[in-house]
């Protein structure tokens, strides 16, 4: 059983940054495709985004593309999310999960970490 750790989160003003981290506890990490998604108070879970197990393809949701950057670090099984110039509109309690593939429906991923809150305010 993987276990997810998320960190990184705090409140920030708008077109302020934040750096999300979230440390996967098995060596097995490199095998997986990791994903962010996000979730506000009252609406579904949405996908932010995805990056295979090689680093390589990304995508992102329209909302964030050309503001947040997904990354990884296998040696360090970690997986980051850069969020720059942030909008209230972030605001959420923001999960990394890992899936086999990188894919957009959060019901293919495997595993989900306990979530950290963004909060942009304006």
């Known amino acids: 059983q993987e276990k997810l750790v998320e960190s990184g989160g705090g409140s920030v003003q708008a077109g302020g940054s934040l750096r999300l981290s979230c440390v996967v506890s098995e060596n097995t990490f490199r095998r997986y495709a990791m994903g962010w998604f996000r979730q506000a108070p009252g609406k579904e879970r949405e996908f932010v985004a995805t990056i295979s197990a090689s680093g390589t393809p990304t995508h992102y949701s329209n909302p964030v593309k050309g503001r947040f950057t997904i990354s990884r670090d296998n040696d360090k099984n970690t997986v980051y999310l850069q969020m720059n110039n942030l909008k209230p509109e972030d605001s959420a309690v923001y999960y990394c999960?890992?899936?086999?593939?990188?894919?957009?429906?959060?019901?293919?991923?495997?595993?989900w970490g306990q979530g950290t809150q963004v909060t942009v305010s304006s």
């Open positions: 999960a890992a899936g086999e593939f990188p894919l957009v429906a959060k019901e293919l991923y495997n595993y």
